[in-house]
């Protein structure tokens, strides 16, 4: 999130939070993709991590491209933490560890998220070039200790460093050291939004083998394919998974709001100031009696800031964002959000996707998740492996994309989006893998060789 909100509209009842989430129905004609994607900035001379402050840190590359952009700084204090894009809704922003992370407007076609990304990056070298800074896109930071990486001046992520060591033992690392490519897309109607939920919650494994881009840490193997993903299963289990009641009979936008009422918060804002109310529950605001803020009640950005720090696979606010995916190169960021544009945007691809997997039970789906970090595509449930799964959400992303029939200039579809990771898929090797083979061949162990044929 590039901005925490700040509105003091009194929230008085559940009924009211409800009524939030569902504002976010949509006819189908305003249906839009957003696309979120990460990167690790990197000293091309050395492969060390971009600090902060100094003439060629994070902050003066923010500096030069407010200055690029004419967009409107975002302030912590006296500190330049993102950008925003107050007419087309993009923002710039920092993640813990200073992953610079472009959140796109909302767009109506893929074409339109890859230019859009495509003038990011061009933006971000323009300003990054002269300072000697490279990106890379990988899901885990492959060589920096955590102490060697940098630490942003945001105030939410002091509260959340301090209290990701008392529920789980790799919150810090999520926050410092890995990275993503997010797809947010929008629902219809309650019904409609469930069955997307369902889906995308049930498929979303396969899509992390698909996007597996992290097998390395502090310049050594780490044992998985997706270290990223592996990471969130030991972060805060209170806030993370894939919410098995999404599948139950009754699921509804009450039904997340009573979930995500008992999620333990990290703040809430006052004006300028964060106030740590880590571990409670925003059931207690609610009520006026948290134990956390005595006297506080709860206000609209109180809840907006809220829903916006739960982290499931998939995450509920008015629209639904894929949380699966390692961030890659730029092919495969303009990839996720055409991989789910296809698959939930046409009405019978949506059928027949949730056709092959209505049937998986809780405990299937959850086994699906834990394995394929360390297994990608080599992961099964009910006989089949992911690889075969991957095959078939490819087909049915083609067709869905083949019938939205969006056309670029000079009259292709959205299908050639997903090209780079139909290249995966049919060679039948992860990311991930094709890199390990690298390292353990021609890199000779070598870690920096990383940085030289993966960086931006």
């Known amino acids: 999130m590039a901005r925490d909100t700040v509105d003091l509209t009194p929230i008085e009842s559940r009924d009211e939070l409800v009524a939030w989430i569902e504002k976010g129905v949509k006819p189908k004609d305003r249906f839009r993709v957003g696309t979120e994607h990460e990167k690790f900035g990197f000293y091309r001379n ?18 030069g491209m407010e200055g690029l952009l004419g967009w409107e700084p975002i302030l912590d204090g006296e500190n330049i933490i993102g950008l925003a894009d107050v007419t087309g809704g993009g923002a710039i922003s920092l993640e813990p560890g200073g992953q610079f992370e ?72 999520m926050m410092y050291r890995t990275s993503t490519v997010q797809a947010n897309l929008d629902f219809a109607s309650e019904a409609d939004m469930v069955k997307k939920l369902r889906v995308s919650l049930a498929w979303q494994p396969v899509a992390t083998a698909i996007f597996a881009n992290s097998p390395f840490t502090e310049g050594k193997l780490n044992g998985y394919l997706s270290f990223r993903s592996a990471v969130w299963m030991d972060t805060d289990n209170n806030r993370a998974g894939m919410l098995p009641f999404a599948f139950e009979d009754g699921m509804s936008f009450e039904r997340y709001v009573d979930y995500a009422l008992d999620v333990p918060m990290y703040f809430i804002k006052r004006g300028d100031t964060y106030i740590d109310v880590a571990g409670s529950s925003f059931r207690d605001l609610l009520a006026g009696k948290n134990p956390a803020a005595p006297g506080e009640r709860a206000v609209l950005s109180d809840w907006v800031n809220h829903v916006g720090t ?25 990839a996720l959000p055409a991989l789910f544009v296809g698959l939930l945007y046409d009405d019978g691809v949506l059928d027949a996707a949730w056709d092959l997997v209505k049937d998986w039970t809780a405990e299937e789906r959850q086994k699906l998740r834990d394995d394929v970090p360390k297994l990608g595509f080599k992961a099964e449930i009910r006989g089949l492996t ?27 579809d959205e299908t050639r989006y997903l090209d780079p990771i139909q290249a995966i898929v049919d060679d039948g090797r992860t990311a991930a893998e094709a890199l390990i083979e690298k390292y353990l061949g021609p890199w000779q162990g070598q870690i920096d060789r990383v940085f030289e044929e993966q960086a931006y």
């Open 310 to 334: 739960i982290f499931p696979e998939v995450r509920l606010k008015r629209y639904l964002e894929m949380r699966g995916a390692d961030s890659g190169p730029l092919s495969r960021i303009v």
């Open 46 to 63: 050395d492969n060390s991590p971009v600090p902060y402050e100094g003439p060629r840190g994070i902050r003066a590359i923010l500096e």
């Open 386 to 412: 992911v690889g075969e799964l991957a095959r078939e959400m490819l087909t049915l992303a083609r067709t869905g994309l083949r019938r939205r029939d969006r056309l670029d200039m000079n009259g292709c």
């Open 102 to 173: 472009l959140s796109g407007a909302p767009l109506e076609t893929l074409h339109q998220t890859c230019m859009e990304a495509h003038a990011h990056f061009a933006q971000v070298r323009e300003i990054a070039d002269p300072m000697g800074i490279g990106f890379l896109g990988l899901g885990m930071s492959p060589k920096w200790t955590r102490a060697e990486t940098p630490v942003m001046p945001k105030s939410r992520y002091q509260i959340m460093t301090r209290y990701m060591p008392k529920v789980g033992t790799l919150g810090l690392d």
